[in-house]
């Protein structure tokens, strides 16, 4: 059973940084990709950034590249999406996703697995 779980969203100012890590388990996780995505008040689930846990790609939306960087660290089979220059808007719970495959898409329907979701609120 895979499992993701979010953690590191919480409260900061405009211009404040966080870090969100997913913790994956369940399954050998080197044929996935993982994907952030995000889903603010009112909005519809949109996604953010995915990594290729074989080959390390990486592929971001264009309203957050230059702000948000995607990582792995494969000891601790967790992912991370450390973000920066965060702006009000940013507001919303994020989600961490897998999908089997190697190649990191935006297309939150062709990822398999979900977490819970972690609340991020940047207030202004």
């Known amino acids: 059973q895979v499992q993701l779980v979010e953690s590191g969203g919480g409260l900061v100012q405009a211009g404040g940084s966080l870090r969100l890590s997913c913790a994956a388990s369940g399954r050998t996780f080197s044929s996935y990709v993982m994907g952030w995505f995000r889903q603010g008040p009112g909005k519809e689930r949109e996604f953010v950034a995915a990594i290729s846990w074989r080959n390390n790609n990486t592929y971001y939306t264009d309203s957050m590249k230059g702000r948000v960087t995607i990582s792995r660290d494969n000891a601790k089979n967790t992912v991370y999406l450390q973000m920066n220059s965060l702006k009000p808007e940013d507001t919303a719970v994020y989600y961490c996703?897998?999908?089997?495959?190697?190649?990191?898409?935006?297309?939150?329907?062709?990822?398999?697995?979900w977490g819970q979701g972690t609340q991020v609120t940047v207030s202004s």
């Open positions: 996703a897998a999908r089997h495959g190697l190649r990191p898409v935006a297309d939150n329907g062709r990822y398999d697995y």
